[in-house]
C-alpha cells in the first residue's frame, strides 16, 4: 500500500543518519486515483509542487497501479485541447 514517496538523493545523502524509511517519505496524501481526469491530476500537481504522484487503486485502496509525472500529464492535455481545437475548426 501506498505510504509516501522516497526520493533517490535522500536514500544516498550520506550527510543524514536515517533510522527508517518513514522519516524521508514525501507526497504521503497527494494520490491520484484513475478515475481523476487530467484537469484534476494537473491541479494535485500544482498543490503538491511535484514532478511525479502515484497513481492508487481508488481514495480508499492505496494499491499503486502506476506513477504519472506532471510533464506527461501536461502532454496529453495539449494534445487533447489541440485535438479538439482542430475537430472544432471549420473545414
Known amino acids: 500500500l501506498y505510504a509516501g ?5 535522500e536514500l544516498h545523502d550520506g550527510t543524514r543518519e536515517v533510522g527508517s524509511l518513514d522519516e524521508i517519505l514525501h ?3 497527494d494520490i491520484l486515483t484513475p478515475e ?13 509542487e511535484a514532478d511525479a504522484l502515484a497513481v492508487v487503486a ?3 485502496d492505496r494499491r499503486v497501479v502506476g506513477l504519472l509525472t506532471e510533464q506527461h500529464a501536461l502532454r ?5 485541447l489541440d485535438r479538439t481545437s482542430r ?3 471549420p473545414t
Open 5 to 9: 514517496m522516497a526520493y533517490v538523493k
Open 27 to 29: 507526497l504521503r496524501d
Open 36 to 48: 481523476m481526469n487530467v484537469k484534476d491530476a494537473l491541479a494535485v500537481f500544482e498543490r503538491a
Open 58 to 60: 481508488g481514495a480508499n
Open 76 to 80: 496529453r492535455y495539449s494534445e487533447e
Open 87 to 89: 475537430d472544432l475548426a
